[in-house]
């Protein structure tokens, strides 16, 4: 980069140095001096709505606001002076004439607080101070800052009803300051314009066409709107009462392998929120649904585990760890590798898949690993573990020329891909899409088929032809409803042929968060720990044995140990079924023994996501009540069984095994590259049927440790509905 | 519907300045704006169906409801206002049922308020589609609306 010639400008009679394209008020925020503003929004152009960065500006007439003024070689610039506070009060007296200020000027104000100590809810709404963003709200620390203590205009009450019918997030308008941020993060960073001015002058609201509700206006529930808020408008159903956090703590969204970052919001050992991070290099902050709003819910869920059970013949008894661990290690010692199943999520962090792979493999003797996405995939996982293992990174979409998306909808999920490919369009790229229903990219693509999925594969090929051939990038992006569906072969044969071929690339949108991970540190049958990890003059190819993925699921074992899936259905007869996991079980089936498990806000570790980027899972708080982290529990048994194999005490001493075994795994910086798997002996056929028989319907819906989050999330309900009937 | 509202974005470009001219067009079509139109149009611009309506919201010429048969505007200009408009208007209010700027139930009147229909000299005035009627009462206007089905 060449280096700029920077401009020298005066602010509040001192001297400094900027540089050129930048605003007066970016410059002045820079150099820290304070100018109040309520529209400006970083990652977005100026917008100049709300007029309280006014500042006087030597040689220009009147009070330019700084957010649309751009700095110039030897400005001289005031921001403090008389008038310009003046101005500002006038200004923001204006803005308050239509929100009521009961919080900004009170007399009683300081002894309000005194008179509200009653228990939370009740205390907070009785009073006055009814708005859910006090102590939070940038408006009272705006005008704090301007120095207003008083209004001379009356307040005029809009009386709108506070609007609660859409999930995650409700809107009382009447706080509203029309400033445009929510406007403005929807239609320019989300790309999904759901929010817009309707009418005008005092007549003004904001909100999607037609007075449809948000869901049915193709709202994301991305939450952006609500989080850049400046008042108590807009506010997340979880958490509007909760006031300020203690603390925050930045960790990676668990619930798809996009690997989003999210902000946890901490307050009394609790996550009370999760917000995105827009610098954070993987997702740019455009988190869904899911990251936005469906983390306090889940991982508080009054459903949780409080001890280690046993079942008994008059239900079931707390015991503790020690006897927990005893029962686990009785049923366990002596039987056959054969006589033992251990099933592992792919949604565990890449520590808990290390641990669980030794403990199959060190303490049982056995390979048999079974996992959703062998269900899910039958006799179809390879071509499928193929593209995944060899998906593009997302940067490639910004570039793509042309862009085929099949099966896939981004509203609420996979929101930074499905944003990066509007974005793309946009720009002019040429986005093609396929799906049995309309998606969200269907507004912006240049063709977009809808089409039953069987006509799907037969229109790859010809399409791809036509888009590649400019020597550009192409992408194909891959979703769900390809590789669940029943036509899926031929389809992912049809997209592997277009990868290797006419040389696109891939993004896969699968459920199955860490499934890289899991592939990575060998928690799959036949896959040793880093086997598929490309690393200098290895090998370039693994085959594994399709006798030992697909295991029999008629033959019953004597135990099935069950690691963080709530999916029993899947789950063959057994005598002893040990269940790990933080919820209970979908099913009916009862397990023998219950051990309780971390979330991942309680717990530290990594996970792989789609990219092959390894992404840092961080502990937040200590766990819930009695519950352990995964490996915790999975060593403790080990340990039980008097193997010596091995023991861990923390979450460092399993990275430093995996360090030791699988060679740069954890250089953070690069992305993990995989080799070929190819699968001989009994893949095919014959197991498949079995598999698909088990595959219950509920597969597609949005799940975390095989809990669905519709069960535990109560906005997710919704959200679900309509994901499905759509 | 749908060959129509075609027909008229075939007449433009499909750049974000077409909007209003577009929906100057199909409110010119069909009288007003509906979902199915915006739905069209936010497709054939690629602007969502919200950012359309905001848009369209702005302007006091776009209305979002099929129209009545019949269009009663009732001038409230000063002088019309001083001679009983405010009571005629109420009137029909009350007589029809809607208030200002809706539509009856069985579509068949619409009412608005006027600020001033130019013929001050004859108020109370009332505009029934393209009929001026002068020097309104309440009993003639109960008789007049009979005559409009």
Not at chain 1, 55 to 83: H, K, N, Q, W, Y
């Amino acid at each position: 980069m060449t280096k700029e010639k920077k401009l020298s400008i005066t602010i509040d009679n001192k001297k400094m140095e900027v540089r050129p394209n930048m605003t007066i008020l970016q410059a002045a925020r820079e150099n820290s001096v304070y100018i109040p503003s309520l529209c400006i929004l970083e990652h977005l152009p100026s917008y100049g709505a709300c007029r309280l960065c006014v500042v006087e500006v030597d040689g220009l007439r009147g009070f330019p606001t700084s957010c649309t003024t751009p700095v110039e070689e030897g400005m001289v610039i005031r921001t403090d002076t008389a008038e310009v506070r003046s101005l500002r009060q006038e200004v923001l007296k204006l803005l308050l004439s239509e929100h009521p200020a009961s919080c900004l000027f009170c007399g009683e104000q300081s002894e309000c607080k005194d008179y509200q100590g009653t228990i939370r809810k009740v205390g907070v709404t009785t009073g006055c101070r009814y708005c859910p963003n006090d102590n939070r709200c940038e408006l009272q620390l705006i005008t704090e800052k301007v120095g207003l203590t008083e209004t001379s205009y009356p307040v005029y009450y809009r009386n709108f009803p506070i609007e609660k019918e859409d999930p995650f997030y409700d809107r009382d308008y009447n706080l509203c300051i029309l400033c445009g941020r929510c406007v403005r993060v929807c239609n320019d960073v989300r790309l999904n314009g759901t929010l817009s001015f309707k009418q005008r002058g005092k007549l003004t609201t904001i909100g999607p066409a037609f007075d449809r509700t948000h869901l049915d206006a193709g709202c994301e529930f991305c939450g952006a709107c609500v989080t850049v808020c400046p008042t108590g408008a807009l506010s997340a159903k979880v958490s509007k009462w909760y006031g300020r956090p203690d603390s925050q703590v930045g960790t990676t969204c668990v619930y798809c392998p996009v690997g989003c970052k999210v902000i946890l919001q901490i307050k009394n050992d609790e996550t009370i929120d999760a917000l995105p991070d827009y610098d954070s290099p993987v997702d740019q902050g455009l988190v869904c649904v899911k990251g936005r709003f469906a983390i306090p819910e889940y991982v508080h869920s009054a459903k949780r585990y409080i001890s280690p059970q046993r079942l008994t013949p008059i239900g079931y008894e707390d015991i503790s760890w020690d006897k927990a661990l005893d029962e686990a290690k009785e049923r366990l010692s002596g039987i056959k590798p054969e006589d033992c199943l251990v099933v592992v999520s792919p949604q565990l962090s890449n520590e808990d898949l290390f641990v669980a792979q030794r403990f199959t493999r060190e303490v049982m003797n056995s390979e048999e690993m079974f996992s959703l996405v062998i269900t899910d995939l039958g006799a179809d996982l390879v071509p499928f573990l193929d593209l995944v293992m060899h998906a593009s990174s997302y940067d490639a979409i910004n570039t793509a020329q042309g862009i085929l998306a099949i099966g896939f909808d981004s509203t609420y999920g996979f929101t930074p891909i499905g944003i990066q490919i509007k974005a793309a369009a946009r720009k002019g790229a040429n986005l093609v899409t396929i799906g049995s229903y309309e998606s969200n990219l269907d507004m912006l693509a240049e063709t977009a088929h809808q089409t039953e999925p069987s006509h799907w594969a037969g229109m790859i090929d010809p399409l791809g032809k036509a888009m590649s051939g400019n020597g550009k990038t192409n992408i194909v992006i891959v979703g769900p409803d390809v590789f669940l569906g029943p036509e899926r072969r031929e389809a992912l044969g049809r997209v592997i042929a277009l990868r290797d071929v006419y040389k696109w690339k891939v993004i896969v949108a699968h459920p199955y968060t860490n499934l890289l991970g899991m592939l990575a540190t060998g928690a799959f049958p036949g896959i040793k720990p880093g086997e598929v990890l490309k690393n200098g003059d290895k090998g370039s190819a693994v085959t594994i044995k399709g006798a030992a993925v697909y295991p029999d699921l008629q033959k019953k074992r004597k135990v099935v140990y069950v690691i963080g899936e709530a999916r029993l259905d899947m789950v063959p007869p057994c005598d002893h079924l040990i269940y790990q996991n933080g919820l209970p079980p979908e099913s009916g089936r009862k397990p023998d023994l219950i051990l309780p498990a971390c979330m991942f806000t309680e717990t530290s570790g990594t996970t792989i996501n789609a990219e092959g980027k390894v992404l840092p899972i961080q502990k937040a708080y200590e766990p819930f009540m009695k519950s352990k982290p995964d490996w915790w529990i999975m060593s403790g048994i080990a340990e039980k069984l008097q193997k010596r194999t091995f023991k861990y005490n923390s979450v460092q001493a399993i990275q430093g095994d995996i360090r030791k075994q699988i060679k740069g795994f954890f250089s953070m910086k690069k992305r993990l590259e995989f080799v070929r798997v190819g699968m001989k002996e009994g893949g095919e056929g014959t197991r498949d049927a079995a598999l698909r028989g088990k595959r219950s319907p509920a597969s597609r819906e949005e799940t975390y440790r095989g809990t669905p989050l519709a069960s535990v999330v109560s906005g997710m309900k919704a959200i679900e509905e309509r994901r499905r009937h759509e | 519907m749908p060959e129509t509202i075609e027909k008229i974005l075939k007449k433009h470009g499909r750049t974000t300045d077409e909007l209003i001219p577009i929906l100057q067009d199909v409110q010119k079509e069909f009288g007003y704006i509906a979902p199915e139109s915006v739905k069209r149009i936010s497709r054939y611009l690629k602007v969502s169906e919200n950012q359309i309506y905001g848009v369209s919201s702005f302007y006091a010429q776009f209305r979002f409801t099929e129209p009545g048969r019949h269009g009663i505007k009732v001038c409230l200009g000063t002088a019309c206002h001083v001679r009983g408009g405010a009571t005629l208007l109420e009137m029909l209010e009350r007589g029809l049922g809607i208030s200002c700027g809706q539509t009856t139930d069985d579509k068949r009147y619409d009412l608005e308020r006027v600020a001033c229909l130019g013929c001050c000299a004859l108020s109370p005035v009332v505009q029934i589609d393209r009929d001026i009627y002068s020097r309104m009462t309440v009993n003639r206007l109960t008789e007049l609306l009979k005559e409009y089905e």
